[in-house]
């Protein structure tokens, strides 16, 4: 998964182009490793009726690939835009392959949004994918009648099914879902960073379960 940091004064061959504040990659798209990219070279050209566009080249340092993250200036500050390559998909454990191939689906639709910036769409389609993931571990796993766990709802499907440790995870990634299908939003403040964290919590906890319900030997 890319990840972006704030950052402020971006130098580029010992010279500055951008003074303020930009988003700048900590993850890898080629490689997906943490890293502290190498800026390489930068240009700039028109975007649009007077704005900049800024182009900038990293280089990996752990697996030596360049990628190019595209800014347009805004001011001192640098707003970001988009870049190349967009990652195609998110390592994601095997498990859920297992406990739902159609979640794995829709997981990967909602992470090549996020990877194009498409955050709104990308919190919609995560809240799609979880609802489909704790149903279709509602009827694999847990063995529930399938035509009773299809009529529910999202809220009705975590308050039934879920374990009392994963419902605050799995509420936060409903209640934010739900408010981005709406024309009002009612927690915009929150990140989408937190929202997205929250969403991990409840990956790694169902497969935690899924693991130890499921261990490679017995006593």
Known sequence: M???KDARGLVVKHGTVINGVYKKPVTCPYCDNFIEPIPVECARMPYDTNLIAMIVSYRCPACEKKFICIYVLNGENADYLGMVPIANEEKISDVFEKISPRFVSIHQQAFRAEAR????????G?????????KDYAVEI?????????????RKTIGDYASDDIVAAADVVRIIGDDYTHYVNSHPDIEFDEFKNYYGILLS?????????????KR
């Not at 910036?117 to 919609?124: H, K, N, Q, R, Y």
């Not at 995560?126 to 704790?134: G, K, P, Q, V």
């Not at 847990?142 to 009529?151: A, D, T």
């Open 142 to 154: 847990l063995k529930e009648p399938e035509e009773e766990v299809i009529r529910k709802g999202l």
């Open 126 to 134: 995560y809240r799609t994918a979880i609802e489909i993931l704790l």
């Open 2 to 4: 890319m990840r972006f």
């Open 117 to 124: 910036g498409d955050t709104e769409i990308s919190i919609v």
């Open 205 to 217: 906890f169902l497969e935690y379960k899924y693991k130890l319900a499921n261990p490679p030997v």
